[in-house]
Protein backbone atom coordinates (compact mmCIF):
# COMPACT_ATOMS: atom_id res chain seq x y z
CA UNK A 1 0.00 0.00 0.00
CA UNK A 2 1.29 3.30 -0.70
CA UNK A 3 1.88 6.11 1.40
CA UNK A 4 0.49 9.41 1.40
CA UNK A 5 3.07 12.10 1.27
CA UNK A 6 3.76 14.30 3.97
CA UNK A 7 2.97 17.48 2.38
CA UNK A 8 -0.32 15.92 1.38
CA UNK A 9 -1.10 14.72 4.62
CA UNK A 10 -0.23 17.67 6.38
CA UNK A 11 -2.89 19.80 4.01
CA UNK A 12 -5.46 17.85 4.68
CA UNK A 13 -4.95 18.10 8.47
CA UNK A 14 -5.12 21.78 7.82
CA UNK A 15 -8.60 22.00 5.91
CA UNK A 16 -9.86 19.52 8.29
CA UNK A 17 -9.86 16.26 6.92
CA UNK A 18 -8.48 14.54 9.94
CA UNK A 19 -8.18 10.26 9.81
CA UNK A 20 -10.54 9.10 12.54
CA UNK A 21 -9.11 6.51 15.35
CA UNK A 22 -8.05 3.31 13.83
CA UNK A 23 -8.66 4.56 10.10
CA UNK A 24 -6.54 2.66 7.20
CA UNK A 25 -4.84 4.63 4.52
CA UNK A 26 -7.19 3.06 1.70
CA UNK A 27 -10.31 4.05 3.55
CA UNK A 28 -8.71 7.66 4.08
CA UNK A 29 -8.28 7.77 1.11
CA UNK A 30 -11.27 7.05 -0.14
CA UNK A 31 -13.15 9.33 2.19
CA UNK A 32 -10.77 12.39 0.79
CA UNK A 33 -11.83 11.71 -2.74
CA UNK A 34 -15.66 11.27 -1.90
CA UNK A 35 -15.06 14.21 0.17
CA UNK A 36 -13.87 15.77 -3.03
CA UNK A 37 -16.57 14.74 -5.38
CA UNK A 38 -19.34 15.89 -2.89
CA UNK A 39 -18.34 19.70 -2.38
CA UNK A 40 -19.31 20.90 -5.16
CA UNK A 41 -23.03 18.85 -4.84
CA UNK A 42 -26.06 20.78 -5.47
CA UNK A 43 -28.24 18.73 -2.61
CA UNK A 44 -31.45 19.90 -1.49
CA UNK A 45 -32.64 23.67 -0.87
CA UNK A 46 -30.78 26.51 -0.70
CA UNK A 47 -27.02 26.40 -0.56
CA UNK A 48 -24.81 28.99 1.46
CA UNK A 49 -21.78 30.10 -0.18
CA UNK A 50 -18.29 29.78 0.49
CA UNK A 51 -18.25 33.01 1.74
CA UNK A 52 -20.63 32.42 4.77
CA UNK A 53 -17.85 30.01 6.02
CA UNK A 54 -15.37 33.11 6.17
CA UNK A 55 -15.89 33.53 9.66
CA UNK A 56 -16.53 30.09 11.06
CA UNK A 57 -13.65 28.99 9.00
CA UNK A 58 -11.28 31.94 10.74
CA UNK A 59 -12.62 30.65 14.12
CA UNK A 60 -11.72 27.19 13.77
CA UNK A 61 -8.51 27.85 12.19
CA UNK A 62 -7.71 29.83 15.79
CA UNK A 63 -8.77 27.17 17.78
CA UNK A 64 -7.85 24.05 16.30
CA UNK A 65 -5.82 24.40 12.95
CA UNK A 66 -8.53 23.98 10.62
CA UNK A 67 -9.54 25.67 7.99
CA UNK A 68 -12.98 22.91 6.35
CA UNK A 69 -13.13 24.21 2.03
CA UNK A 70 -15.39 21.30 1.58
CA UNK A 71 -17.84 21.20 4.74
CA UNK A 72 -21.59 21.97 2.45
CA UNK A 73 -24.50 23.48 4.01
CA UNK A 74 -28.06 24.27 2.69
CA UNK A 75 -30.77 26.30 4.79
CA UNK A 76 -33.55 24.32 5.24
CA UNK A 77 -35.93 23.64 8.28
CA UNK A 78 -36.75 20.21 7.27
CA UNK A 79 -36.61 17.39 10.26
CA UNK A 80 -35.11 20.01 12.96
CA UNK A 81 -36.66 20.31 16.45
CA UNK A 82 -37.90 23.67 17.09
CA UNK A 83 -34.50 24.55 19.63
CA UNK A 84 -32.40 23.46 16.93
CA UNK A 85 -30.72 25.49 14.77
CA UNK A 86 -28.78 23.27 12.18
CA UNK A 87 -28.03 19.67 12.67
CA UNK A 88 -24.91 18.20 10.44
CA UNK A 89 -25.14 14.65 8.85
CA UNK A 90 -22.59 12.37 7.71
CA UNK A 91 -21.57 8.95 6.39
CA UNK A 92 -18.87 7.44 6.10
CA UNK A 93 -19.38 4.17 3.55
CA UNK A 94 -18.43 4.43 -0.12
CA UNK A 95 -20.03 8.07 -0.83
CA UNK A 96 -18.56 9.98 2.00
CA UNK A 97 -20.15 13.49 3.01
CA UNK A 98 -21.01 15.69 4.95
CA UNK A 99 -23.57 18.56 5.14
CA UNK A 100 -24.84 20.69 7.12
CA UNK A 101 -28.44 21.51 7.45
CA UNK A 102 -29.18 24.83 8.86
CA UNK A 103 -32.11 26.93 9.51
CA UNK A 104 -33.89 29.66 7.46
CA UNK A 105 -34.85 32.09 9.63
CA UNK A 106 -30.68 32.49 10.00
CA UNK A 107 -30.65 33.62 6.32
CA UNK A 108 -31.47 37.79 8.29
CA UNK A 109 -31.07 37.20 12.14
CA UNK A 110 -30.78 35.32 14.95
CA UNK A 111 -32.96 32.15 15.50
CA UNK A 112 -34.31 31.97 19.16
CA UNK A 113 -32.71 35.49 20.05
CA UNK A 114 -29.17 33.44 20.53
CA UNK A 115 -27.75 32.09 17.49
CA UNK A 116 -26.32 33.42 14.42
CA UNK A 117 -25.26 31.85 11.18
CA UNK A 118 -21.63 32.26 11.67
CA UNK A 119 -21.88 30.63 14.89
CA UNK A 120 -23.90 27.94 13.95
CA UNK A 121 -21.46 27.30 10.83
CA UNK A 122 -18.39 27.28 13.26
CA UNK A 123 -20.43 24.36 15.92
CA UNK A 124 -21.33 22.07 12.99
CA UNK A 125 -17.84 22.48 11.34
CA UNK A 126 -16.63 20.85 14.18
CA UNK A 127 -18.74 17.76 13.97
CA UNK A 128 -17.50 17.68 10.22
CA UNK A 129 -13.95 17.53 10.87
CA UNK A 130 -14.44 14.81 12.88
CA UNK A 131 -16.61 12.87 11.52
CA UNK A 132 -14.53 9.78 11.40
CA UNK A 133 -15.06 9.94 15.25
CA UNK A 134 -16.97 8.24 17.61
CA UNK A 135 -16.43 10.11 21.00
CA UNK A 136 -19.32 11.92 22.32
CA UNK A 137 -18.27 12.55 25.61
CA UNK A 138 -15.74 14.73 24.19
CA UNK A 139 -16.95 16.47 21.03
CA UNK A 140 -19.59 18.76 21.94
CA UNK A 141 -17.11 20.74 24.30
CA UNK A 142 -15.03 20.99 21.54
CA UNK A 143 -18.06 22.60 19.28
CA UNK A 144 -19.16 25.20 21.89
CA UNK A 145 -15.77 26.51 22.19
CA UNK A 146 -16.57 28.35 18.75
CA UNK A 147 -18.93 30.12 20.96
CA UNK A 148 -18.91 33.78 21.10
CA UNK A 149 -21.14 33.54 24.53
CA UNK A 150 -19.82 32.83 27.77
CA UNK A 151 -22.66 31.05 28.92
CA UNK A 152 -23.31 28.93 26.37
CA UNK A 153 -19.34 27.48 25.93
CA UNK A 154 -20.31 26.78 29.72
CA UNK A 155 -23.40 25.15 30.20
CA UNK A 156 -23.85 24.23 26.00
CA UNK A 157 -22.64 20.84 26.01
CA UNK A 158 -24.75 19.48 28.94
CA UNK A 159 -26.18 16.81 26.78
CA UNK A 160 -24.01 15.13 24.20
CA UNK A 161 -26.24 13.93 21.33
CA UNK A 162 -29.83 15.31 20.12
CA UNK A 163 -31.51 12.01 22.01
CA UNK A 164 -30.47 13.54 25.52
CA UNK A 165 -31.99 16.98 24.83
CA UNK A 166 -34.98 15.26 23.17
CA UNK A 167 -35.67 13.12 26.09
CA UNK A 168 -35.25 16.55 28.39
CA UNK A 169 -37.89 18.10 26.95
CA UNK A 170 -39.96 15.48 26.88
CA UNK A 171 -39.66 15.33 30.35
CA UNK A 172 -39.98 18.94 31.18
CA UNK A 173 -42.68 19.90 28.22
CA UNK A 174 -44.90 17.09 29.89
CA UNK A 175 -44.77 18.75 33.66
CA UNK A 176 -45.51 21.80 31.56
CA UNK A 177 -48.77 20.87 30.10
CA UNK A 178 -49.91 18.66 33.06
CA UNK A 179 -49.36 22.39 35.20
CA UNK A 180 -51.08 24.29 32.56
CA UNK A 181 -54.08 22.36 32.29
CA UNK A 182 -54.34 21.34 35.99
CA UNK A 183 -56.90 24.43 36.82
CA UNK A 184 -59.40 22.37 34.06
CA UNK A 185 -58.96 19.38 35.06
CA UNK A 186 -59.29 19.41 38.85
CA UNK A 187 -57.71 16.09 39.03
CA UNK A 188 -56.00 14.60 41.98
CA UNK A 189 -54.10 11.70 39.67
CA UNK A 190 -52.21 14.99 37.74
CA UNK A 191 -50.29 15.69 40.52
CA UNK A 192 -48.26 12.54 40.99
CA UNK A 193 -47.21 12.90 37.39
CA UNK A 194 -46.16 16.49 37.44
CA UNK A 195 -44.23 15.61 40.58
CA UNK A 196 -42.86 12.62 38.56
CA UNK A 197 -41.98 14.75 35.31
CA UNK A 198 -40.60 17.73 37.97
CA UNK A 199 -38.32 14.82 39.56
CA UNK A 200 -37.41 12.91 36.53
CA UNK A 201 -36.35 17.00 34.39
CA UNK A 202 -34.53 17.66 37.39
CA UNK A 203 -32.83 14.38 38.41
CA UNK A 204 -31.16 14.45 34.44
CA UNK A 205 -29.98 18.13 34.17
CA UNK A 206 -28.22 18.12 37.38
CA UNK A 207 -26.50 14.01 36.09
CA UNK A 208 -26.11 16.23 33.33
CA UNK A 209 -24.67 19.08 34.69
CA UNK A 210 -22.14 16.72 37.02
CA UNK A 211 -21.02 14.42 33.74
CA UNK A 212 -19.59 17.80 32.31
CA UNK A 213 -18.30 19.37 35.59
CA UNK A 214 -16.45 15.99 35.30
CA UNK A 215 -15.39 15.75 31.76
CA UNK A 216 -14.32 19.53 31.44
CA UNK A 217 -11.69 19.17 34.44
CA UNK A 218 -10.32 16.24 32.57
CA UNK A 219 -9.84 17.64 29.03
CA UNK A 220 -8.88 21.06 30.44
CA UNK A 221 -6.13 19.05 32.66
CA UNK A 222 -4.93 17.88 29.25
CA UNK A 223 -4.67 21.40 27.54
CA UNK A 224 -2.42 21.87 30.51
CA UNK A 225 -0.33 19.22 29.88
CA UNK A 226 -0.21 19.09 26.54
CA UNK A 227 0.49 23.39 26.55
CA UNK A 228 3.67 22.54 28.55
CA UNK A 229 4.76 19.45 26.82
CA UNK A 230 4.54 21.53 23.43
CA UNK A 231 4.89 25.10 24.31
CA UNK A 232 2.21 26.18 22.80
CA UNK A 233 -1.48 26.48 23.33
CA UNK A 234 -2.36 26.51 19.92
CA UNK A 235 -0.60 23.27 18.91
CA UNK A 236 -2.11 21.75 22.54
CA UNK A 237 -5.42 22.70 21.15
CA UNK A 238 -5.27 20.99 17.73
CA UNK A 239 -4.19 17.64 19.67
CA UNK A 240 -6.50 17.43 22.02
CA UNK A 241 -8.91 17.89 19.26
CA UNK A 242 -7.82 15.33 17.32
CA UNK A 243 -7.77 12.55 20.25
CA UNK A 244 -9.95 10.07 21.09
CA UNK A 245 -12.25 10.01 23.92
CA UNK A 246 -10.26 7.29 25.59
CA UNK A 247 -6.92 8.94 24.89
CA UNK A 248 -8.13 12.39 26.66
CA UNK A 249 -9.21 10.21 29.86
CA UNK A 250 -6.29 8.44 29.89
CA UNK A 251 -3.69 11.75 28.94
CA UNK A 252 -6.10 13.11 32.15
CA UNK A 253 -4.17 10.73 34.64
CA UNK A 254 -0.77 10.26 33.26
CA UNK A 255 2.41 11.58 33.52
CA UNK A 256 4.41 14.26 30.99
CA UNK A 257 6.55 10.94 30.40
CA UNK A 258 3.74 8.96 30.01
CA UNK A 259 2.33 11.33 27.28
CA UNK A 260 5.20 11.64 25.24
CA UNK A 261 5.61 7.41 25.44
CA UNK A 262 2.60 6.89 23.70
CA UNK A 263 2.77 9.75 21.10
CA UNK A 264 5.84 7.91 20.03
CA UNK A 265 4.67 4.60 20.24
CA UNK A 266 1.49 4.77 17.82
CA UNK A 267 1.72 4.08 14.32
CA UNK A 268 -2.20 4.47 12.82
CA UNK A 269 -2.28 7.24 10.10
CA UNK A 270 -4.15 10.28 12.69
CA UNK A 271 -1.06 9.72 14.85
CA UNK A 272 1.70 10.03 11.78
CA UNK A 273 -0.44 13.25 10.91
CA UNK A 274 -0.40 14.42 14.88
CA UNK A 275 3.28 13.80 14.96
CA UNK A 276 4.01 14.96 11.94
CA UNK A 277 1.96 18.37 12.43
CA UNK A 278 2.85 19.03 16.51
CA UNK A 279 5.13 17.57 18.22
Same mark, same amino acid.
Request: proline share 3%.
Given at each position: ?? #???????? +??? #????????????????????????????????? +????????????????? !?????????????????????????????????????????????????????? @? @????? @????????????? +????? &?????????????????????????? =?????? =?????????? &????? =?? !??????????????????? &???????????????????????????????????? +????? &????????????????? @??????????? =?
Amino acid at each position: MN #EIPKKELL +KLN #ERGIIPGPLELISDYEKRVKSIELNKNSTGEGN +KLSWSDFDWARSTVAHL !FDISPDWVVAHYSNKGLRFWQGAMTYSQLDYDSSVVIQIRKNLKKGKYLFLYDK @E @EILSH @EIIHAARMAFNDP +KTEEL &FAYWTSTSHFRKLFGPIFRSPLESSV =FMCFLG =FGLFLQLFLP &FLHSV =FL !FPLIQLSNVLSLSMLTFCL &FRLYRTRLKVNRVLKKLTLILNSKLKARSVLFRLSD +KEIYF &FAKASKAEILEYTQNQN @ELRWQVINLAY =F
